[in-house]
């Protein structure tokens, strides 16, 4: 069954805690925002795990460069899963998941940027990575003409382990299940939500039906 990946695009360490609290018995996997890291450092990510030591912590580093170094300190720091750019050289991606099978973690490539995300999904996952982030970023989503659609398609296409993440909610989600997806990356549909636990709670159920 598809897995619930909350991600926390908030910005102090307080109010992470404070969010995954509420949504922890809906979601297997917590990630720590890019702006939240870079605003707190990798100590929300030590927070978070030892707040939440059985669910999986996902740190979206959106690595670029010195992926073994950037993937290293990550999982120092408590980390279960890190992000590695798609569009970045092959040895940054190799680099970190070399130091994931060190630590016996993992590594998710993520594909803001990637021109042709179904080419490049099949091409990383020959790395060893976990999974294949199919991701619209939040400028992207903002763009006239956006549709999660898109994404939902190439997993289907790409036929290798992937999350889809750019406005999953409750309307989509059941497509993202359909598609095959190892886990649906929900952020602004849950942290956004009036009611973050219920949100959560529904889409879990979502996936589960
Ligand atoms: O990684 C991200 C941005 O770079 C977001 O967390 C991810 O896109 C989730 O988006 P949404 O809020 O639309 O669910």
């Known amino acids: 069954m598809a897995k619930l990946q909350v991600a926390i695009d908030l910005l102090t360490t307080e109010a992470a805690l404070e969010l ?38 996902f740190a979206d580093m959106k690595t670029a460069d010195t992926g073994a170094l950037e993937a290293e300190i990550a999982f120092k720091a408590g980390a279960d899963l890190v992000t590695v750019m798609g569009t970045v050289d ?66 289907r296409e790409a036929q290798v382990p992937f999350s889809v993440a750019g406005g999953v909610n409750l309307q989509t989600i059941k497509d993202v299940v359909a598609a095959g997806a190892t886990v649906a990356v929900a952020g602004g549909a849950i942290y956004g939500a009036e009611d973050p636990a219920e949100a959560a709670k529904a889409l879990k159920e979502a996936i589960e039906a």
């Open 90 to 155: 092959d040895a940054t991606i190799k680099g970190a998941v070399e130091a994931a099978k060190k630590h016996g973690k993992q590594v998710v490539v993520d594909t803001i940027g990637v021109k042709d995300r179904v080419k490049r999904a099949k091409e990383v996952t020959a790395f060893g990575v976990a999974f294949v982030e199919l991701h619209a970023g939040l400028d992207e989503q903002a763009l006239p003409g956006y549709s999660v659609a898109t994404l939902i398609n190439e997993g």
């Open 20 to 57: 995954a609290a509420k949504v922890a018995p809906y979601v297997d996997i917590i990630e720590l925002g890019t702006p939240l890291i870079k605003a707190e450092g990798l100590k929300v990510v030590t927070a978070m795990k030892n707040a939440h030591p059985d669910k999986l912590v």
